[in-house]
């Protein structure tokens, strides 16, 4: 069973940065597409950031030239490296990922104040 365990969240002001790191659990880690998303307070989830297998990535627009997402497969980890952050980036952030079906992580907090 894989599990995904966030971390790095908390609160930065505006213009500051965080790294977001997913650990993953169980032997897969390294031939599934990991992912960023977030979810706005009364919103629906949705995608940041995406990392196939082969390291090729696509960023929603909001984040582009600001968050780069990477990933270390020997660590089982995939980082979201958010820079130039905004307000509007305060979100509960979750890490997936996705190899025949979805494992998602529970999610960590990020709070950008003004």
């Known amino acids: 069973q894989v599990q995904l365990v966030e971390s790095g969240g908390g609160l930065v002001q505006a213009g500051g940065s965080l790294r977001l790191a997913c650990t993953a659990s169980?032997?897969?880690?390294?031939?599934?597409?990991m992912a960023w998303y977030r979810q706005f307070t009364g919103k629906q989830r949705e995608l940041v950031a995406v990392?196939?297998?082969?390291?090729?990535?696509n960023y929603v627009d909001s984040v582009k030239g600001r968050f780069t997402i990477s990933r270390d497969d020997a660590k089982k980890t995939v980082y979201l490296q958010m820079n130039s952050l905004k307000p509007e980036d305060t979100a509960v952030y979750y890490c997936?990922?996705?190899?025949?079906?979805?494992?998602w992580g529970k999610g960590t907090l990020v709070t950008v104040s003004s």
């Open positions: 169980g032997n897969i880690f390294k031939i599934a597409t």
């Open positions: 997936k990922m996705n190899y025949y079906m979805d494992y």
């Open positions: 990392i196939t297998r082969g390291g090729t990535t």
